[in-house]
């Protein structure tokens, strides 16, 4: 069975400041990789995802991951972050032919401090 | 276009009593997800369902828990009797397919306090 480990529960970040929030995932087959942002009392919105192809992906609010196949890892980073961007931060995987079934990691919460 | 819709968003009931919670998903997406989330924790899946069928209950505690999704649309979940380990928020989510690469839409979850 797939597990996913977010390596930081709390990542503290000035704004404008760059920041990386760390993923790794363990599976015996290929998987499909995304990131979801989940702000206070809203449900989670996907950032970003990894199918295949490329293996740096861009998604939205000028956030990108790349996914390091060797490394089981999948981090995500943004070059430059806001006020706006303090939120918690959830990895997920799911694996290829075994129908939609996302596992995610415990989440990592990202606090942008002015 | 709208998103998931749940409700009720906040509920507090006694334990041993029972609590329901509704969840209409996009239209058009045959696929429904019941997640449950603890506090400090990612969404661990519950049951999903391709139209009216649950194709994957395999982490559903069916001594107390129990869904449906009569028509293929919107969809109920219901624990009796409630524990206070039940305390969470419950999460659903829709996709067109149930395919890995369909995208998965959230609705805002419904918080479940237990007494």
């Known amino acids: 069975a797939q597990s996913v480990t977010q390596l930081d529960s709390q990542v503290p970040v000035f704004e404008e400041a760059p920041v990386e929030l760390r993923c790794n995932y363990s599976?015996?087959?290929?998987?499909?990789l995304f990131w979801y942002v989940q702000y206070p009392n809203q449900g989670l919105q996907l950032l970003l995802k990894?199918?295949?192809?490329?293996?740096l992906v861009k998604g939205i609010n000028g956030f990108e991951a790349e996914f390091n196949k060797s490394q089981t890892s999948f981090h995500l980073r943004k070059p430059s972050v806001h006020i706006s961007d303090t939120a918690e931060y959830f990895c997920?995987?799911?694996?290829?032919?075994?129908?939609?079934?996302?596992?995610f990691g415990a989440g990592t919460i990202l606090r942008v401090k002015s | 276009e709208a998103g998931v819709v749940q409700s009720p968003r906040y509920k507090i009931i006694e334990k041993k009593q029972p609590v329901a919670f509704w969840c209409n998903p996009i239209?058009?997406?045959?696929?429904l997800y019941w997640y449950l989330q603890n506090l400090g924790q990612g969404p661990e899946l519950l049951i999903r369902?391709?139209?009216?069928?649950?194709?994957?209950d395999s982490q559903l505690p069916k001594d107390r828990f129990s869904a449906e999704r009569l028509k293929g649309v919107d969809s109920t979940l219901k624990i009796q009797p409630a524990e206070l380990g039940d305390s969470a928020v419950y999460l659903c989510?829709?996709?067109?397919?149930?395919?890995?690469?369909?995208?998965?839409?959230f609705g805002p979850g419904t918080r479940l306090t237990v007494l």
């Open positions: 989510a829709s996709s067109l397919g149930g395919s890995g690469y369909n995208e998965q839409f």
């Open positions: 599976s015996s087959v290929s998987v499909y």
């Open positions: 990894y199918l295949s192809g490329s293996t």
């Open positions: 997920a995987v799911s694996e290829i032919g075994y129908g939609n079934k996302l596992v």
């Open positions: 239209s058009g997406h045959n696929t």
């Open positions: 369902y391709e139209n009216e069928e649950a194709v994957d």
